[in-house]
């Protein structure tokens, strides 16, 4: 006869998900639509350099973000 175990799922990744959810959407806006007091306050190649960072950011915090819903779908 199999057994049957009931086991307490965990909602880490429910909490990872919504933390590099606003993680990216924070870096989306500051990489692609920065504050006219930011740009204001930046060199051309510090702007740049901030930019580039905060897309970087933001794509990879938003596919952590899918990685972390999708397994918290899944694995429930």
């Known amino acids: 006869m199999p057994r049957k175990f ?3 799922g965990t909602k880490s990744f429910y909490y990872w998900f919504l933390i590099l959810l606003a ?3 924070w870096a989306v ?3 692609w639509f920065p504050s006219q007091a930011k ?3 930046k060199t051309v190649q510090e702007l740049e350099n901030f ?3 905060n897309q970087t950011l933001a794509i990879i915090s938003l596919i952590g973000s899918a990685v972390c819903g ?3 779908k899944v694995v429930k």
């Open 6 to 8: 009931d086991v307490q």
């Open 39 to 41: 740009i204001d306050s």
């Open 29 to 31: 806006k500051d990489g």
């Open 70 to 72: 999708y397994i918290h």
């Open 23 to 25: 993680l990216g959407a």
């Open 51 to 53: 930019q580039l960072f």
